[in-house]
């Protein structure tokens, strides 16, 4: 498998790799090792030091037996580690590791998290490929104080389940924020005000102290929408409030996210009522959150963010989408929210989550946040897909880009990330990932454009597809079987995060599978065997089919199901223009095929006149830029192809492009000669037929409309008129 990374990635040497996030300061020291698996452990200093630290410590090595390494473990103060004082980071959850020698190991934090992350760091190195830890001195701590994720999008929310493998997940990563506040869940939402069942209440509390456990502050958020002026509101919140400290909950949010707020002036008295008799009742809650109802930069107006920042209580946090609903991070995102607030934005990344497209998986390297901003921001977390462990492979990364942005690379942390997760199943889940890296074009214009890299190289010297050229691409499908093959014999067997991606493993295989069809087609062309190449257009016909129809989260019950697509930006637009262009190579040979092999089009791609009330539609300043064409009384017999029109079917969009074949000018969407390059998301519409008639219609970005007749041009019809109105005529010789 190939892979285009930065040099600096793969020369990165595999000590650093094994930690995750990248330390800030780390080095080697003497250079001998010993063999983590097989030592065991005497723990200097445990009954001061971090109990869950201890605990992490406790649960993953050694402990009985005679003793060949100790290990000094505690936090500033601590008698244990008093002597290195003066090398524990002076940042909150920083930590000082140094393996001294051999037989003896310090692990001391600036405070208990501290301990806790420097634990981490250790039994990473531990469970290392060798199991050999070397000598070495770390000294760390995060760049962001407040890292973390946001259960906030739409769709199915994640199981108990998934959420307590999160929390295991952010403690070995160092993230220490989590934010409960799916959209679904109807008592953080439409019925917020009511107390959780027993059952659900049981849950919550297991949650919070897991949390907890893995130094994790577990968020409970709250989206009263506008129930938040009358005294019965604010004595139900208040209420409610009190019901969730009662589970262990000891951090708090309000959303006001994705709705009408009928005043800003509501919405802050309604926070500060809440900070001041709540929050600043109870000393060991945090600090209030909220999501303002102008969350982003392009949705803000007015003086709603002004208000904001002046008139809430000063601990009171704003969470911040940057320019944007779903964009990544820059500096100036930052400033231009602190200009408005005076306060640092607490950042809400709408990545990975996808259920504004939610067709695709979003599992590629993280890229687009400035590694600048973290003096900028108050915190940084990500709101995450519906699929819990899919959103690791993004969750590690971002993890990584939280604590050290500066030593951040998107190419590098993505390849630990997948071997971190994926060891087992390392190439072919790589091979998964990278099919599996944009996501639709969508109103948010937020794109990944480093999805199939391999493949958009085989488009890149294959540039004209022939039957001689759809061969080349050949292995590059059969290694994209063979990995969904692997991948999902390991679904099967149980594997957590590829089983519930299983859907989107089929839809690479059958993908795969249609490839090496188009190749045995393309090599039925080139040996003239009209019936192998029948064969195989079933068998891709049959696959396309099947690939339009794989469904993930279908269940009973399930609140959101996903027709699943992979491979969107380079590969599937790919497979539908090979296929139509193959199809047409087979259709011009002469030979003899059933009348129903190919999908019927409205029209075959050839030339046509287009002709109204016995006009011809013609293009009378050929040559020209722009202008527009008109509808002659007469033929053209001078030249003929100034009436003359290309229409052929689009095979990505399966629309129709309308181009002039005297200049190969297009027509646009305002029914006019192009002037911009064409593309297909514009410049192309739906024809359809009826009683003999032909209507063209606008669509994609192009909108809606009818073409219709304004004097001698074409013009935009209204929808309640009779659309069918058009000649198409095919040119003979």
């Known amino acids: 498998m190939k892979f285009r990374f930065t040099l600096a990635a793969l020369l990165l040497p595999a000590l650093a790799g094994a930690i995750s996030p990248e330390p800030q300061k780390m080095h080697t020291t003497d250079g001998s090792a010993f063999c983590a698996r097989k030592a065991v452990y005497k723990l200097t200093g445990a009954d001061e030091a971090d109990p869950d630290a201890v605990n992490a410590l406790r649960a993953n090595l050694k402990t009985d037996g005679t003793p060949t390494v100790e290990i000094i473990i505690g936090e500033r103060g601590d008698d244990a580690v008093k002597n290195v004082a003066e090398k524990i980071p002076e940042v909150a959850e920083g930590y000082y590791l140094n393996i001294v020698s051999p037989n003896r190991v310090i692990i001391a934090g600036a405070d208990e998290v501290g301990t806790f992350y420097g634990v981490q760091t250790f039994l990473q190195l531990a469970a290392g490929d060798s199991h050999c830890v070397a000598t070495l001195e770390i000294i760390d701590s995060p760049a962001m104080p407040k890292r973390g994720v946001i259960e906030g999008f739409y769709g199915n929310p994640w199981s108990h389940n998934d959420r307590l493998s999160q929390f295991d997940f952010y403690g070995r990563n160092k993230m220490n924020y989590y934010i409960y506040g799916p959209k679904d869940d109807p008592y953080h939402h439409s019925r917020w005000y009511e107390p959780y069942p027993a059952d659900k209440a049981r849950e919550m509390k297991e949650l919070v102290s897991a949390a907890h456990k893995n130094k994790v502050k577990f968020v409970w958020a709250m989206h009263p929408s506008n129930s938040i002026e009358t005294p019965e509101d604010r004595a139900k919140a208040l209420d409610k409030f009190s019901r969730m400290y009662d589970l262990g909950v000891r951090d708090f949010a309000i959303f006001f996210d994705d709705i009408s707020a009928k005043s800003v002036d509501s919405q802050i008295d309604y926070l500060n009522f809440l900070d001041r008799e709540f929050v600043k009742k109870h000393s060991d809650v945090g600090n209030l959150i909220v999501c303002p109802t102008m969350y982003n930069k392009a949705w803000s107006g007015g003086d709603y963010l002004q208000k904001m920042g002046t008139g809430l209580n000063p601990d009171i946090e704003i969470m911040w989408t940057g320019n944007s609903v779903c964009d990544m991070i820059n500096t100036e995102d930052c400033q231009w929210f602190t200009d408005q607030t005076t306060r640092l934005p607490f950042i809400w990344l709408n990545y990975p989550v996808n259920d504004y497209g939610q067709h695709n998986l979003l599992m590629g390297p993280v890229t687009g946040n400035d590694r600048e901003i973290a003096p900028m921001v108050a915190a940084f977390c990500s709101n995450p897909m519906q699929y819990a462990e899919a959103s690791k492979v993004a969750l590690y990364q971002l993890a990584d880009f939280a604590w050290n942005p500066e030593a951040y690379d998107a190419d590098r942390s993505w390849l630990n990330a997948t071997a971190a997760l994926e060891p087992g199943n390392l190439d072919a889940f790589r091979t998964f990932c990278l099919n599996n890296v944009d996501v639709a074009p969508s109103v948010h214009g937020l794109r990944f454009y480093g999805e199939t890299p391999d493949f958009a190289e085989l488009m890149a010297a294959n540039p004209e597809i022939t039957p001689a050229a759809v061969i080349q691409f050949l292995p590059w499908f059969e290694a994209r079987r063979d990995a969904a093959n692997e991948l999902l014999a390991a679904a099967d067997a149980g594997d957590p995060l590829l089983s519930e991606v299983r859907e989107w493993i089929v839809a690479l295989q059958v993908q795969a599978l249609q490839g090496i069809e188009l190749a045995r087609m393309a090599e039925a062309l080139l040996a003239e065997n009209p019936n192998g190449f029948i064969n195989s257009y079933k068998e891709f016909a049959a696959l396309t089919d099947e690939a339009e129809n794989i469904v993930s989260r279908g269940f009973d019950g399930s609140i959101q199901s996903v027709r699943v697509q992979t491979g969107t930006l380079h590969v599937k637009p790919w497979i539908k223009t090979a296929s139509r262009q193959l199809a047409d190579i087979f259709k011009a040979s002469g030979a003899q ?141």
């Open 593 to 733: 095929y059933p009348a129903d092999l190919f999908p019927q089009q409205t029209l075959e791609n050839g030339t046509y006149y287009i002709k109204h009330n016995g006009r011809w539609l013609g293009n009378p300043d050929a040559g020209a830029k722009g202008g527009a064409p008109v509808f002659q009384d007469a033929i053209d017999d001078i030249n003929p192809n100034r009436q003359e029109w290309h229409i052929r079917l689009d095979p990505v969009t399966e629309r129709y492009s309308i181009v002039n074949s005297k200049d190969e000018r297009y027509l646009n969407e305002v029914f006019k000669f192009g002037v911009n390059p064409y593309n297909r998301d514009w410049n192309t519409y739906i024809i359809r037929k009826q009683d003999g008639k032909f209507s063209i219609q606008n669509a994609g970005n192009g909108g809606q409309k009818f073409w219709g007749v304004d004097g001698d041009q074409i013009s935009g019809a209204q929808n309640s008129e009779n659309h069918f109105i058009f000649e198409i005529i095919p040119v003979t010789d």
